[in-house]
């Protein structure tokens, strides 16, 4: 099943990205981490697509098992 969006920024913040202030209307996110990698986060209603989260993970620059936690 796939992850709603307030799970995904849930686990982003986990991670160290910080979401940005919002700048006006839009229905977008920006998330950053300290080292600079920067994660856009539609908001959603429902869940994220499989497409959209892995290039969410992507960005992030991590795998499922560590985004999961499941990564020692």
Same mark, same amino acid.
């Given at each position: /099943? !796939?992850?709603? =969006?307030?799970?995904? *920024?849930?686990?982003? +913040? #986990?991670?160290? %990205?910080? !979401?940005? !202030?919002?700048?006006?209307?839009?229905?977008?996110?920006? $998330?950053? $981490? !300290?080292?600079?990698?920067?994660?856009? &986060?539609? /908001?959603?209603?429902? +869940?994220?697509?499989?497409?959209? %989260?892995? *290039?969410? &993970?992507?960005? *992030?620059?991590? =795998? @499922? @098992?560590? %985004? *999961?936690? #499941? @990564?020692?």
């Amino acid at each position: /099943m !796939p992850p709603k =969006t307030s799970e995904v *920024a849930r686990k982003l +913040e #986990r991670l160290g %990205f910080k !979401p940005l !202030p919002r700048r006006g209307k839009g229905g977008r996110r920006v $998330h950053v $981490h !300290p080292d600079g990698r920067k994660v856009v &986060l539609p /908001m959603l209603s429902g +869940e994220v697509p499989w497409s959209l %989260f892995k *290039a969410i &993970l992507k960005q *992030a620059g991590v =795998t @499922e @098992e560590s %985004f *999961a936690g #499941r @990564e020692p």
